[in-house]
Antibody
Framework: QVQLQESGPGLVKPSQTLSLTCTVS??????????WSWIRQHPGKGLEWIGY???????YYNPSLKSRVTISVDTSKNQFSLKLSSVTAADTAVYYC?????????WGQGTLVTVSS | DIQMTQSPSSLSASVGDRVTITCQAS??????LNWYQQKPGKAPKLLIY???NLETGVPSRFSGSGSGTDFTFTISSLQPEDIATYYC?????????FGQGTKVEIK
């Protein structure tokens, strides 16, 4: 059974960079032809797709965030990561990692990141 | 971006009722549509993929239909454990986009 787990600081100061890691267990990130995604959910709101990465390193970013987002993969650690730069209070959200780029059939539990000084 | 519009935004129904949620895409997305269930404090869970295919392990009271721009999600007999918010999501185009969600409550 594939499991995903997000980790990273729960509090980030405005203008700094948000950094999260998703650790995948129960399967190799580089096998199966899967893509790996980041999604976020503002408090009490709907879901926003941030972007995804393939194990080879190819990426897609939502144009709404593209200038600030970097998604990377470390196959040796079976992890992929999200960096979001120049954060503001509007980036306060629960951040999820998930497997897939069409249907998302495995999700992490999510981690709340608050942007505040 | 393709806009996904769900209706209603919330509904209240009795246990055993048939519940229907609609999702309309702003352009033709063929059958590239998924449905998710999200319970409070939890990650979304995939229920239906490709508009009408039931994900493994999901109860058969859940179903989906539609193609093109108009889609329907149905719970044939609402159960107490179905209390959640349901989202549609298209994957015909980038960026992937979700509907705003439909909150289902028990009357």
């Amino acid at each position: 059974q594939v499991q995903l787990q997000e980790s990273g600081p729960g509090l980030v100061k405005p203008s700094q960079t948000l950094s999260l890691t998703c650790t995948v267990s129960g399967g190799s990130i580089s096998s199966g032809g899967y893509y790996w995604s980041w999604i976020r959910q503002h408090p009490g709101k709907g879901l926003e797709w941030i972007g995804y990465i393939y194990y080879s390193g190819s990426t897609y970013y939502n144009p709404s965030l593209k200038s600030r987002v970097t998604i990377s993969v470390d196959t040796s650690k079976n992890q992929f990561s999200l960096k979001l730069s120049s954060v503001t209070a509007a980036d306060t959200a629960v951040y999820y990692c998930a497997r897939g780029h069409g249907e998302l059939n495995y999700w992490g539990q999510g981690t709340l990141v608050t942007v505040s000084s | 971006d393709i806009q996904m519009t769900q209706s209603p935004s919330s509904l209240s129904a009795s246990v055993g009722d048939r519940v229907t949620i609609t999702c309309q895409a702003s352009q033709d997305i063929s059958n590239y549509l998924n449905w998710y269930q999200q319970k409070p404090g939890k990650a979304p869970k995939l229920l239906i993929y490709d508009a009408s295919n039931l994900e493994t392990g999901v109860p058969s009271r859940f179903s989906g239909s539609g193609s093109g721009t108009d889609f329907t999600f149905t719970i044939s007999s609402l159960q107490p454990e179905d209390i959640a918010t349901y989202y549609c999501q298209q994957y015909d185009n980038l960026p992937r986009t979700f509907g705003q969600g439909t909150k289902v409550e028990i009357k």
